[in-house]
């Protein structure tokens, strides 16, 4: 029987809260030394950052336990609560891997091949020498963060591909990209034969029980989808964008996310398919530093420094090209690894990490996007003081 925790809809404000020092093992600590770990660490992080609302869930040896706070709709005072849909941003990168990930299981594609083997438009372009798994783990050869501003049509996308030229030889260095993982969801697509939320959902949600996660929120479901908050404090949502729903798209909740987590953390939570398509994701490929970049998920070798994984994390790593360590052969998914990914929209902010070997997780939506290097400070403070012993 899962356990389930709901802080108090409305945040505990405290004027000044320092973490603790203390720890617990994790078959020692109850339920109440969880709940007041969670709430001083959030109330703090919501306060220094101007945070409405958040949602946080946590597996802990199977167990799930969920936290709400503050306001998911200022506006009309809409609290937070577990039925709540954020934005995931980038998380949505994770979920496009699994599906490409589930195609190669299924013999549809193979990461290997040349991405221009899966759209003949491609066909004498720079991607005739460019796997698929290259574009998965930011390796092309410097695809940009975002398209330009005029990509607004899948005319306009695909002219920009057949015209693009690498700055650097493709494998040689990783850049942070949204046309890079966006179009291998837009391939793996092509490989299965059926548009790709659709294939999300049949071949994904539908089979992990994933029942309230959505590319577009049907009207049944408007009232639960929270209002992000830019830097003004003015409500915003994400707008539509080339391969958006491949590279950020995702609407979920912290349980519907904590539930993917788990089939990552648990492979028999999963049918035999989608285990070994997950098991693809948590492959390490490439290393810069300390960051192993699978497939989607970024991995550090577990116990992890806080410093590693602000490294990680910076903002160096997201927008500047960094040179790529290509593993060969690939290193097999880890237990005695810490696997994260941070996400963001104009108003919202995730982050998701897990340790297989702790059997432990975390998920952290927020209405508010603020910085990487909080929300991972957050977790791992969680996540520390719940697996270190005293």
């Known amino acids: 029987m899962r356990t389930i925790l709901a802080a108090k809809t409305h945040l505990f404000m405290a004027t000044s809260l320092l973490f603790s020092s203390s720890a617990w093992a994790l078959g020692d600590t109850d339920n109440g030394e969880i709940e007041a770990l969670v709430n001083d660490t959030i109330a ?25 706070y503050g306001l998911a709709n200022q506006e ?74 005029s990509v607004q049509s899948d005319a306009e996308m695909i002219n920009y591909y057949q015209q693009w030229q690498p700055e650097s030889s ?46 577009q929120v049907p009207d049944e479901q408007q009232a639960h989808y929270a209002y992000g908050y830019s830097k003004e404090d003015k409500p915003v949502r994400v707008n539509p964008g080339m391969l958006d729903a491949q590279a950020y798209g995702l609407k979920s909740t912290a349980a519907d996310v904590l539930t993917f987590i788990e089939a990552n953390m648990n492979d028999t ?68 690894a810490l696997y994260n990914k941070t996400g963001s929209t104009n108003g919202f902010g995730g982050y998701v990490a897990f340790v297989p070997s702790e059997q432990i997780g975390i998920v952290m939506l927020a209405n508010r996007n603020y910085p990487n290097q909080a929300r991972i400070q957050a977790a791992h403070h969680i996540l520390t003081a719940l697996t270190e012993a005293p």
Not at 48 to 57: D, K, N
Not at 96 to 118: E, K, M, N
């Open 170 to 215: 493709p494998g040689s260095h990783r850049l942070y990209s949204n046309p890079s993982i966006g179009l291998l969801g837009y391939l793996t697509a092509q490989s299965l034969g059926q548009p790709f939320e659709t294939l999300m959902e049949e071949a994904l949600f539908a089979p992990l029980g994933l029942e309230d996660s959505y590319f």
């Open 76 to 149: 009309a005072s809409l609290p937070v609560t577990e039925e709540t849909l954020f934005e995931l941003g980038s998380v949505s990168k994770v979920f496009t891997a699994a599906l490409a990930g589930y195609a190669q299981t299924s013999g549809a594609l193979s990461l290997s091949d040349p991405a221009s083997q899966y759209l003949p438009a491609l066909e004498n372009s720079a991607f005739d020498e460019i796997t698929l798994l290259e574009l998965g783990t930011y390796t092309a050869g410097e695809l940009p963060l975002q398209f330009p501003e």
């Open 44 to 68: 703090q992080l919501m306060d220094e950052h101007r945070i409405p609302g958040m949602a946080v869930a946590l597996s802990i040896n199977g167990q799930q336990h969920y936290f709400n």
């Open 269 to 336: 939570a999963a049918d035999e398919s989608l285990s070994q398509a997950m098991a693809i994701t948590r492959t390490g490929y490439v290393e810069m530093g300390h960051m192993t970049q699978g497939l989607g998920w970024e991995s550090y070798a577990y116990p992890v420094a806080l410093e590693q994984l602000l490294e990680g994390n910076s903002l160096e790593m997201i927008l500047e090209p960094n040179p790529a360590n290509h593993l060969n052969p690939p290193l097999p998914p880890r237990q005695a």
